[in-house]
């Protein structure tokens, strides 16, 4: 009688470990590129128990004649592909840059210095079993100054 019953409790607790999820639904990693326009760093966040729809938000800066702030804020999608660990990277994102150097007049800096930026993204993304991701990806980015090619490079880690 005591076999049978070890043999379940073995089976069960074999299957149900098969049954846990090694997915993590929060990233946090440093973006050189990307929607950060230079470098960023953010946090993302995973809306389901499984890979698909995220959010993600950050803060960076870039230089270019003067220091800029930036806040990059998106959302994502991971399409999972035959490697469990492997995903293409869907996103659509805002950044807001904003001028750091300080004059005398900072309305005018305000007003002529702050600007919003549209970033697409697509790229691929790889999840170690260590919990460390990566992501590659090409995020053009789209302003009041026009359309510039770009891409980013992620590195981070998942909990």
């Known amino acids: 009688m005591k076999r049978p019953i070890l043999i379940i409790a073995v089976l069960s607790i074999v299957f149900l470990s098969y049954g846990q999820s090694t997915f993590k639904p929060n990233n946090l990693y440093l973006e050189l590129g990307g929607n950060g326009l230079w470098t960023s760093l953010n946090y993302e966040r995973q809306l389901t128990n499984e890979p698909g729809l995220g959010v993600r938000v950050g803060v960076g800066f870039y230089t ?3 220091f800029y702030l930036t806040i990059p804020v998106g959302i994502n999608y991971l399409f999972r592909l035959k ?3 492997s995903f293409i990277d ?3 994102g ?3 840059a904003g001028i750091g150097k300080i004059s005398t007049d900072p309305l005018k800096n305000a007003r002529e210095f702050n600007f919003v930026n549209f970033v697409p993204s697509i ?8 919990n460390l991701m ?3 990806s090409l995020t053009p980015v789209a302003n009041k100054f026009g359309l510039v090619p770009w891409f980013g490079i992620s590195m981070g880690k998942r909990f």
Do not use: F, I, K
């Open 94 to 96: 805002t950044t807001w």
């Open 123 to 130: 790229g691929y993304r790889r999840e170690s079993s260590g």
């Open 134 to 136: 990566w992501r590659v």
């Open 64 to 66: 270019e004649n003067a």
């Open 83 to 85: 490697d469990n660990r």
């Open 90 to 92: 869907a996103g659509l």
